[in-house]
């Protein structure tokens, strides 16, 4: 399913999100598709960094990394959690609010199958009732993407600066994600810094794709903090699906050390939190509610639909490879990265670097981090229906 729409430039072809329920249905994991991604990687030695590394159009999924970052945030069905964040009066309940926002951004991953790398200067802008998105790909070796959200409603802001190093493990490609996350509730003047976890895709003894890692929250006014566990599946749980998914962690003071509350659960089903004074349990997150039967996002303003807009700039990739006119989108693939290499000599020669169009970039080493330029991001040509 896409939203296509014509006009004297580009099309923009947008794909719908990737549901929970879509997982049952996806038809990629099969011997054929293994067999294909095993031979990429014949080549490869263990421990080599896969960031340039090169997809098939047949083992891409028809929207760029941006467009994956993008949907992270304004992408939900049912509730909107980020604007919850901000309403209790009472700081641990907006610490856990937090924390099941955070939950809410984690999504099921298809094995053997990614999206593009963005080309430089690329853009996502989507909104979704009082949520605004604009994402930008601010480098592309290394691969870096900053993401900027303004709740209009609530007066949250959501900073995102992303920047990842695959590398090929033998048995797996264990995908660390760099940068951090950090979310703004202005009307209370409280800063919520986390990080993200590893992408880890298994080849032996089974196949698979999952989220692993610890990811820690904090907010620097209150002292409260959340860990979050993302347990790795295990060899015999890959067979069981016992851990498959599973999530464990607390939230505490972090002055006292004092435990307030047990998070418990799987991500893609349902999460509790048990209130360790009184033996209180709720659910906090239920997935079946927020990332299921998603809407694809659709034009409501072609005109004011930006040239570096990713579902313009893949469109003739995205069409062709939901068409299955593969040699299509490999010619799409290859006109998009040679205008890129193009910009890149150009820039060269005038002896230009790039500049962000949508955020200043403080680098340091290896560490990146950005900042927006600007203080609210505006409503978008591109909107998820109601």
């Known amino acids: 399913m896409a939203e296509e729409q014509e006009g004297m430039r580009k099309q923009v072809v947008l794909a719908k999100p990737f549901s929970l329920e879509d997982e049952k249905d996806s038809q990629h994991t099969t011997s054929n598709l293994i067999q294909r991604i095993l031979s990429l ?10 960031t340039n590394f090169q997809l098939p159009p047949q083992l891409n999924l028809p929207r760029s990394q941006l467009q994956c970052y993008g949907e992270m945030v304004y992408s939900f069905n049912g509730q909107d959690l980020l604007g919850e964040c901000g309403r209790s009066d009472q700081p641990i309940e907006r610490l856990k609010s937090i924390v099941t926002w955070n939950l809410s951004t984690l999504r099921p991953l298809i094995f053997g199958m990614a999206p593009y790398n963005p080309i430089v200067g690329e853009t996502h802008h989507v909104s979704n009732g009082h949520v605004n998105v604009l994402v930008e790909q601010i480098s592309h070796h290394p691969p870096v993407s900053a993401l900027h959200a ?9 900073t995102f600066c992303q920047y990842f190093t695959p590398k090929f493990r033998g048995a797996y490609v264990d995908v660390e994600v760099k940068g951090k996350r950090v979310v703004k509730l202005l009307n209370r003047k409280e800063t919520y810094e986390m990080n ?9 003894p089974a196949t698979g794709a999952h989220w692993a890692g610890k990811v820690v929250i904090k907010c620097l006014e209150t002292g409260l903090l959340a860990e979050l566990q993302l347990l790795s599946d295990s060899f015999l749980s890959r067979f069981t699906g016992t851990n498959k998914r599973s999530i464990k962690g607390k939230i505490f003071e972090s002055s006292s050390g004092k435990r307030l509350y047990e998070i418990c659960g799987h991500w893609d089903r349902t999460v509790t939190a ?6 209180e349990l709720e659910v906090i997150y239920n997935a079946n509610e927020n990332i ?30 939901m068409k299955q006119e593969w040699e299509k989108a490999r010619e799409g693939k290859r006109d998009v990265e040679e205008k890129q290499r193009e910009s890149l000599r150009q820039r060269e020669a005038s002896g230009q670097s790039w500049i962000p169009k949508h955020f200043s970039v403080v680098r340091a080493g290896k560490d990146w981090d950005c900042v927006p330029l600007q203080p609210r991001v505006p409503h978008a040509p591109i909107v998820v229906p109601l």
């Open 150 to 158: 303004t709740h209009e409603k609530e007066n949250i802001d959501v």
């Open 292 to 321: 299921a039967e998603l809407k694809t996002p659709i034009v409501k303003n072609l005109q004011e639909v930006s040239e570096s807009e990713s579902a313009m700039v893949w469109s003739e990739v995205s069409q062709g490879i």
């Open 41 to 50: 990687f014949k080549n490869v030695r263990p421990g080599s960094d896969l």
């Open 274 to 279: 048990k209130n360790l004074k009184t033996g």
């Open 196 to 204: 993200q976890p590893r992408l880890v895709m298994t080849f032996l």
